[in-house]
């Protein structure tokens, strides 16, 4: 069983109750850490929505998102009713003053004053201002409130100022947690623990040893059934500015001085005000989008993204971006930070790939491959560095061959992988932002992709298709190609 740290008895108020995420995955993380005692029994879930519904009848249809959402094994019906007993629900409309809110304040009132309450807004985002203003107009802001917000925080700068504006008249930035679910995974943490906790790492890392990085967040799903949100987000909003971008700040930020959330947000933040700023005019030389038709995946026909918006519909949102990416700082400067995500893919896999640079001088007679360290976000998470060693099939002469130092997590720790919202929820309860997105990281890194958006908008770049099933578009081979680079899974 996983070692968890106790946190206090609280309330977590969900908005946003009956939808998917809080289905698919606030409601099972919760049961999890229910199931592995982190959570107080005297504690409270409360789930509100506009939907008319009693208590039991939400407990039901949370009864329903654990079968169908928690693996099987995991499924100890006498743990989901205890759970389940801490489950309210109180119908509301979040953005309306004058709604039912007599409802929470009910529930909330008896609570003890200082208990913690987190208000998890799980909502289209631009209701999270007035959803805060209503909360604050019914009291119900204590000293020991905070807030969560699911990102998307805004379609743009403008829009993300104007919710972290609203939000921030009712609550101050350090009870303000924005969740990025990558912050939450445990390999994206162990990327901290690999670069920080291993000077081996640290001492190669920088452009002396290291040639380029390629950061990919690659599904094989498309928009499922969020097609209504995709279509007015696409990839770059949707993964770039906020999971991607985070994730390079992680690669790329200086030691900092502790793990102080601030200290280390400071270093991550540095990161992204070190971005080489992309010209719009220079869009189409640094950033490929793409969308895809229809084609081949796993042996199976998968649609076009036209046909997943339903028939008749044209979209040009890209639901593929390769992005090239620059620090413009002494450690990094001249190493190209190559980022990209798509739906529809060949394979699911986020990792990152750090490719060293070749020896000066080669004495074999056919050159070393340069060393590459993987790191597996996702799936068989792990570490991997690619040597070359002498090949044994050829003992007669020394040829070289490359092969894997290979640590896999699912073998080397015999443990579940949490879900990255477990971790998340619970460090909101004890107050912990250090895996939270402060207000300026979010704008440098809505300022960053600006320019690739509104060059986009204004169609100063091809839409590319691509088959589903491949690797996306030729132009974000290319777009490496034209530096001597390759994707990892074109390196053969
Ligand atoms: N689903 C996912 O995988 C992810 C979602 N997100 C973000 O999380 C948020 C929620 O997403 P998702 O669950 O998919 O969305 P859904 O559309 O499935 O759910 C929206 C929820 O909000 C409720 N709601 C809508 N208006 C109000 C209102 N005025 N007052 C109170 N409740 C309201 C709806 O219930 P009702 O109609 O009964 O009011 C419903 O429970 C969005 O910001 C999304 O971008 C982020 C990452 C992943
Ligand atoms: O935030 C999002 O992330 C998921 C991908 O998350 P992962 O943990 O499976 O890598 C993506 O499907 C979704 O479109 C996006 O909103």
Redesign the pocket.
């Known amino acids: 069983m996983s070692q968890l740290t106790p946190v206090d008895v609280f309330d977590y108020v969900v908005f946003g109750a009956t939808g998917d995420l809080t289905m698919r995955k606030l409601l099972p993380a919760l049961f999890y850490r229910f199931r592995d005692g982190q959570v107080p029994a005297e504690s409270r879930i409360i789930g509100t929505a506009r939907s008319k519904l009693s208590t039991e009848e939400y407990r039901g249809r949370a009864r329903d998102a654990l079968t169908s959402f928690v693996r099987p094994q995991d499924q100890d019906g006498g743990q989901i009713d205890a759970f389940l007993d801490l489950v309210h629900y109180a119908s509301l409309n979040g953005a309306e003053a004058d709604s039912t809110w007599s409802n929470l304040t009910d529930l909330l009132d008896h609570a003890p004053a200082d208990r913690i309450r987190v208000y998890y807004l799980a909502t289209a985002p631009n209701l999270y201002g007035a959803i805060c203003e209503n909360l604050h107009n019914h009291s119900l802001v204590t000293d020991a409130s905070r807030v969560v917000l699911e ?1 998307p925080i805004g379609v743009d700068l403008d829009t993300a100022n104007a919710i972290n504006d609203g939000v921030g008249r009712f609550f101050p930035e350090n009870h303000i947690f924005r969740i990025d ?1 990558y912050l939450g995974k445990e390999t994206v943490q162990a990327l901290i623990a690999l670069r920080f906790a291993n000077p081996v790492f640290e001492r190669l890392w920088s452009s002396d040893a290291i040639d380029y990085v390629q950061i990919t ?1 690659a ?1 094989t ?1 498309g928009v499922e059934g ?1 097609a209504g949100y ?1 279509d007015t987000s696409g990839a770059l909003r ?2 770039i500015q906020n ?1 991607l971008l985070q994730v390079l700040t992680l690669v790329a930020m200086e030691p900092p001085g502790s793990l102080d959330a601030d200290l280390l947000r400071n270093e991550k933040l540095k990161v992204l005000h070190a971005l080489k700023p992309i010209a719009r005019e220079n869009v189409a030389q640094v950033a490929v989008r793409g969308q895809y038709v229809r084609g081949d995946v796993n042996g199976q026909t998968a649609p076009g993204y036209l046909e997943d918006l339903g028939e008749g519909k044209t979209s040009s949102t890209e639901t593929y971006v390769a992005l090239k990416a620059e620090i413009q700082n002494w450690r990094w400067a001249g190493v190209p930070f190559y980022l990209r995500s798509g739906k529809r893919l060949r394979d699911k896999v ?1 990792e990152v790939v750090i490719q060293f640079k070749s020896a000066p001088w080669s004495i074999f007679p056919a050159a070393p491959r340069a060393n590459r360290l993987i790191i597996r976000i ?1 799936p068989n998470e792990g570490v991997m560095l690619a040597v070359s060693t002498k090949d044994p099939a050829k003992p007669d002469s020394l040829t070289l061959r490359e092969a894997d130092i290979d640590i896999s997590f699912g073998k080397a720790f015999a443990t579940r992988y949490p879900d ?1 919202y477990e971790r998340l929820l619970l460090d909101a309860v004890r107050g912990d932002p250090v895996l939270f997105i402060r207000r300026d990281e979010v704008e440098a890194a809505w300022r960053f992709v600006m320019p690739v958006l509104e060059a986009w908008s204004a169609d100063q770049a091809p839409l590319e298709s691509y088959p589903a099933g491949s690797w996306g578009p030729k132009a974000a081979q290319d777009l490496l190609a034209a530096s001597g680079h390759a994707w990892h899974e074109d390196q053969g």
């Open positions: 990102k679910h967040a599904e799903v969020r995709y949707d993964m999971h986020s996702q990255a």
